[in-house]
């Protein structure tokens, strides 16, 4: 244990400092742990960073610290964190490699995914650990840049296995988004008991109790006041507590407090802080060459040095960032020129980017060069994949640009920044602005384009569908590709929007997408368009054959990175719509495996969710399981809960456990990003016509399945929800009804052409048949059935066939298919379906028993995917990159598989899995 002692060497603090103690302790016995202290400026969260680097012997420490001044320069916080372990990044994966010596400008790349630079942050830290425990402090979280919290979130979220501790101290109030669900302490107050020791040993000689009573009031127990605010004072002024009452912010009088000492100090000194204080790094060298330009004498620092406000060492520090801020508000008249003098002094070289930035900071009238600089500078952070960066340079270069049309398309390309970073009120505000200048047609074009898909990504698809419209019309004789693509995306808005009440529709965007002129090669992308604008504008059968040229193509030819993750989510989707089972399976899973190379996480997560439906209808729930498991690291490392939530809805109707499937669907009615879609109220009430017909109870799944099927241009789900409809129509006495159904989908089934569809309509049509029409249709929907890969659909009619035949009193044929039914259903995991085979097994005089799982072989959901995963060969570091988790964390997981598995080796893996094992959440 790392204690000192049963007294804390801060006055106040036991607690918070046992906790460090602790979390060093887990650390030295090799594994995780993670702290947010969280408190009002001054309140002592730097001393108890300081109090934990103290006890971490044997560890080695690192530290960092958030910087306000440096908020906008992309990965400055990470960069500060790994400069000491840059010696390691050879150690990496190539792609994790690639990452961070991109975004650290050590080399030259595409910008990578933001995950991807956290899975190689997390394992560059893993392989320092390696060689020993490590303790990574960063102070003043609130002032990282965007990128390098929310990296640093990302990292906290993963670790587990490895021999590091992370601790954040971050002000009360920020960051609460990026670090909700780690472990927080909140670093309070002091007791008065504790205030008046405190006070007591700052102030020299015997203080009037009243007095120090009042003092202690007025400082709210915050450390920093109770030691600065008295300083400086009078013995008048003490006498009275402190003169005059003060109604500002605690935090304010404090840095006000500051403000007077620096104040008292020579002009020279006053000048010298001033310049600290706009020269965040820190470095020494700079600050010399910054003073030698301003005339400033190297004894300046001296008597700020003696003052305890500012230590020039290494490097320069002030004693608590509020002392920085004072600093900065010293001299505002001064503070152009100090950061010019920075500006001049900065090596263009090495760090363009801070040059450009303490230039425009010198800068308060419109200045071409500068901001042609600062957009230069957004080009660079862009290459670094630093986009909140790049929107901070480009919003300044239009802000000093004084040409109004060059400022315009600044402004536009700020918001475009802006709204990759995820600031979409800021990028509406700068479209606006944008919009106020004489943007071109192509602009005017690309700020609608922007707008809608804002408007989308922020709120919902329905408001964002005009804007869309208008966008691909006006770029149809200004960009043809980028018009088709913007079709595209409005045509998979109008189907995500589904019922609308009023406004653009559906039809619309497929009116005026057939209207518009073709787009570029490849054609295979034209084709998609055109035939999902025929389905909805001519009828269904009319766009098929077209889309399936188009997807023929997209599974016979090459396809880029960046055509494949804007291309293949709606070819995957239209695969599905068509029931074009191989195409669908094939191309989710390459657009599955195309977002995990590239770390892609904007386009994995709904890749899962495609491929998920995919597994899910081949039967092979395990593989369903893993997915689900990678969509939840997925979930757990960005803080969305949407695509894990929507992944379990797929999943468990069919595994039939009431409680789960319902739990599962609830939590997507009530997520607030979904609320106002119309395909969520038909995803939903499918969900729950699957899980009813699967426990028997028809009514309940008659009434989900019509609400289900409210909307069938929706194409997908709308039309999956016809066959259940038909089935608890058939089931519950309303034959009519089912009857309709069948004929409905024998239409779209000859349209589609293909073994499961037409088997799936056969099964239908045979459910509002008698007699020898009923088992034709049976016999024909099994055969096709059989040819496909869509094996619950085949269980499914076999069991359908059996409840028919023994209703037909054929008690010895109707075995035959509901064994086949039984077992077939029972392996997939389908357990409603697999109860209702064997109830009716048990009718014909069958004796069955249900399957049962071997405790001692039960896994969690993620040592279970790490199982399969490494049953199917993948190394530790392959899992790792796919699971976002460490290799280290892998083998910590394989551990405990193998020892719950009874098993010694990766080879017995599969063998294992495939004998039965129960999975817990």
């Given amino acids: 244990m790392a204690s000192r002692g049963s007294e804390s060497p801060l006055r106040g603090r036991q607690i918070e400092c046992e906790t460090l103690d602790q979390l060093v302790a887990t650390v030295q016995a090799g594994h995780s742990s993670v702290l947010v202290l969280h408190g009002e400026a001054g309140i002592g969260k730097t001393a108890l960073l300081e109090y934990a680097r103290g006890s971490a012997s044997g560890c080695r420490t690192v530290r960092a610290v958030g910087v306000e001044s440096e908020m906008e320069l992309a990965f400055g916080g990470l960069h500060q964190l790994c400069a000491p372990f840059l010696d390691h990044l050879g150690h990496l994966p190539g792609p994790q490699r690639d990452a961070l010596g991109t975004v650290f400008g050590l080399s030259a790349g595409p910008p990578p995914d933001r995950f991807l630079v956290g899975l190689a942050l997390l394992n560059l830290l893993a392989d320092v650990a390696g060689k020993g425990p490590l303790v990574c402090l960063v102070d003043?979280?609130?002032?990282?840049?965007?990128?390098?919290?929310?990296?640093?979130?990302?990292?906290?979220?993963?670790?587990?296995?490895?021999?590091?501790?992370?601790?954040?101290?971050?002000?009360?109030?920020?960051?609460?988004?990026?670090?909700?669900?780690?472990?927080?302490?909140?670093?309070?107050?002091?007791?008065?008991?504790?205030?008046?020791?405190?006070?007591?040993?700052?102030?020299?000689?015997?203080?009037?109790?009243?007095?120090?009573?009042?003092?202690?009031?007025?400082?709210?127990?915050?450390?920093?006041?109770?030691?600065?605010?008295?300083?400086?004072?009078?013995?008048?002024?003490?006498?009275?507590?402190?003169?005059?009452?003060?109604?500002?912010?605690?935090?304010?009088?404090?840095?006000?407090?500051?403000?007077?000492?620096?104040?008292?100090?020579?002009?020279?000194?006053?000048?010298?802080?001033?310049?600290?204080?706009?020269?965040p790094v820190g470095d020494v060298t700079l600050l010399t060459r910054a003073a030698e330009l301003l005339g400033i004498q190297a004894s300046a620092a001296s008597p700020a040095e003696a003052a305890g406000l500012i230590t020039i060492g290494t490097r320069v520090r002030f004693r608590h960032?509020?002392?920085?801020?004072?600093?900065?508000?010293?001299a505002p008249e001064d503070r152009q020129n100090v950061h010019r003098a920075l500006a001049d002094a900065t090596d263009p070289q090495t760090d363009p980017d801070r040059r450009a930035w303490h230039f425009a900071n010198a800068t308060t009238v419109p200045d071409e060069t500068v901001a042609a600089e600062l957009e230069r500078c957004a080009d660079r952070a862009q290459a670094r994949g630093g986009v909140a960066a790049a929107a901070a340079f480009l919003e300044r270069a239009a802000e000093l640009t004084p040409d109004p049309a060059r400022r315009g398309a600044r402004a536009l390309a700020a918001a475009?920044?802006?709204?990759?970073?995820?600031?979409f009120d800021a990028a509406l505000e700068l479209l606006d602005a944008a919009e106020l200048s004489p943007l071109n047609p192509r602009e005017r074009a690309q700020a609608d384009l922007l707008r809608g898909q804002i408007v989308f990504a922020a709120r919902s698809a329905g408001p964002a569908l005009p804007l869309l419209l208008r966008a691909a019309k006006r770029l149809e004789p200004l960009d043809a590709g980028l018009a088709r693509e913007t079709y595209r995306d409005a045509?998979?808005?109008?189907?995500?929007?589904?019922?609308?009440?009023?406004?653009?529709?559906?039809?619309?965007?497929?009116?005026?997408?057939?209207?518009?002129?073709?787009?570029?090669?490849?054609?295979?992308?034209?084709?998609?368009?055109?035939?999902?604008?025929?389905?909805?504008?001519?009828?269904?059968?009319?766009?098929?054959?077209?889309?399936?040229?188009?997807?023929?193509?997209?599974?016979?030819?090459?396809?880029?990175?960046?055509?494949?993750?804007?291309?293949l989510p709606l070819a995957s989707r239209m695969a599905f719509n068509i029931w074009e089972f191989?195409?669908?399976?094939?191309?989710?899973?390459?657009?599955?495996?195309?977002?995990?190379?590239?770390?892609?996480?904007?386009?994995?997560?709904?890749?899962?969710?495609?491929?998920?439906?995919?597994?899910?209808?081949?039967?092979?729930?395990?593989?369903?399981?893993?997915?689900?498991?990678?969509?939840?690291?997925?979930?757990?490392?960005?803080?969305?809960?949407?695509?894990?939530?929507?992944?379990?809805?797929?999943?468990?109707?069919?595994?039939?456990?009431?409680?789960?499937?319902?739990?599962?669907?609830?939590?997507?009615?009530?997520?607030?990003?979904?609320?106002?879609?119309?395909?969520?109220?038909?995803?939903?009430?499918?969900?729950?016509?699957?899980l009813y017909n699967g426990l028997g109870r028809y009514e309940e799944a008659y009434v989900a399945a019509e609400q289900g099927y409210g909307n069938p241009q929706e194409l997908g789900l709308s039309i999956r929800s016809m066959v259940e409809l038909a089935e608890a129509a058939a089931r519950s006495g309303r034959r009519a009804r089912a009857a309709e159904m069948a004929r409905r989908l024998d239409e779209l089934a000859q349209a589609s052409g293909t073994d499961?569809?037409?088997?799936?309509?056969?099964?239908?049509?045979?459910?509002?048949?008698?007699?020898?029409?009923?088992?034709?249709?049976?016999?024909?929907?099994?055969?096709?059935?059989?040819?496909?890969?869509?094996?619950?659909?085949?269980?499914?009619?076999?069991?359908?066939?059996?409840?028919?035949l023994r209703?037909?009193?054929?008690?010895?044929?109707?075995?035959?298919?509901?064994?086949?039914?039984?077992?077939?259903?029972?392996?997939?995991?389908?357990?409603?379906?697999?109860?209702?085979?064997?109830?009716?097994?048990?009718?014909?005089?069958?004796?069955?028993?249900?399957?049962?799982?071997?405790?001692?072989?039960?896994?969690?959901?993620?040592?279970?995917?790490?199982?399969?995963?490494?049953?199917?060969?993948?190394?530790?570091?392959?899992?790792?990159?796919?699971?976002?988790?460490?290799?280290?964390?892998?083998?910590?997981?394989?551990?405990?598989?193998?020892?719950?598995?009874?098993?010694?080796?990766?080879?017995?893996?599969?063998?294992?899995?495939?004998?039965?094992?129960?999975?817990?959440a």
Avoid at 321 to 330: E, F, G, Q, V
Avoid at 609 to 625: I, T
Avoid at 764 to 785: M, N, T
């Fill in 582 to 690: 191989d195409s669908y399976l094939a191309l989710s899973a390459r657009l599955v495996d195309l977002a995990r190379e590239t770390g892609a996480l904007s386009v994995l997560p709904s890749a899962i969710l495609l491929h998920v439906s995919a597994r899910v209808l081949a039967g092979e729930l395990a593989v369903a399981d893993s997915l689900a498991a990678e969509a939840a690291a997925i979930g757990e490392a960005t803080g969305s809960r949407f695509i894990p939530q929507y992944v379990a809805m797929v999943i468990e109707p069919w595994r039939g456990r009431e409680a789960a499937a319902r739990q599962a669907i609830d939590a997507v009615v009530r997520d607030t990003v979904l609320q106002g879609e119309g395909k969520v109220l038909t995803a939903t009430q499918w969900a729950r016509a699957v």
């Fill in 756 to 804: 499961y569809a037409l088997g799936m309509s056969a099964a239908v049509r045979a459910q509002v048949s008698d007699g020898p029409a009923a088992e034709a249709g049976y016999r024909e929907a099994i055969e096709r059935l059989g040819r496909t890969r869509v094996r619950v659909t085949y269980a499914r009619a076999r069991l359908l066939y059996g409840e028919w």
């Fill in 416 to 423: 475009r920044a802006k709204h990759q970073a995820g600031g």
């Fill in 321 to 330: 960032p509020l002392m920085r801020s004072a600093a900065y508000r010293l």
């Fill in 140 to 279: 003043d979280a609130q002032w990282l840049d965007e990128v390098s919290a929310q990296t640093l979130a990302f990292v906290a979220r993963r670790l587990l296995a490895e021999p590091i501790g992370l601790v954040l101290a971050v002000r009360e109030h920020h960051l609460e988004r990026e670090l909700r669900g780690l472990p927080h302490l909140e670093v309070g107050r002091l007791s008065d008991s504790d205030a008046r020791a405190l006070l007591d040993s700052v102030i020299p000689g015997r203080l009037d109790e009243r007095v120090r009573d009042r003092i202690v009031a007025e400082t709210q127990g915050n450390p920093l006041a109770l030691l600065e605010l008295p300083r400086g004072l009078t013995a008048a002024e003490l006498a009275g507590g402190f003169g005059r009452p003060d109604a500002r912010p605690l935090a304010s009088r404090i840095e006000q407090s500051f403000l007077r000492r620096m104040q008292s100090l020579p002009a020279e000194a006053q000048q010298l802080l001033l310049l600290a204080a706009a020269e």
């Fill in 807 to 920: 209703r037909e009193n054929r008690r010895v044929d109707a075995r035959e298919h509901l064994a086949v039914a039984y077992e077939a259903l029972s392996q997939m995991g389908i357990e409603a379906f697999a109860e209702r085979a064997r109830r009716e097994l048990q009718a014909t005089g069958e004796t069955v028993r249900k399957r049962s799982v071997e405790a001692r072989a039960t896994l969690t959901a993620q040592e279970a995917q790490i199982a399969r995963l490494a049953g199917d060969g993948l190394t530790n570091p392959e899992i790792g990159a796919q699971l976002f988790i460490s290799p280290h964390t892998v083998e910590w997981h394989l551990r405990k598989v193998f020892t719950k598995l009874g098993i010694g080796s990766r080879r017995q893996i599969s063998t294992a899995l495939l004998a039965g094992t129960g999975v817990t």
């Fill in 491 to 567: 045509l998979y808005a109008a189907m995500t929007a589904g019922r609308l009440p009023s406004g653009v529709q559906l039809p619309d965007v497929a009116k005026a997408a057939l209207a518009a002129p073709l787009g570029p090669p490849p054609a295979r992308n034209d084709l998609l368009v055109n035939g999902l604008a025929l389905m909805t504008a001519e009828g269904f059968a009319a766009g098929v054959p077209m889309v399936r040229q188009a997807l023929d193509a997209f599974r016979a030819e090459d396809v880029s990175r960046e055509e494949g993750l804007g291309w």
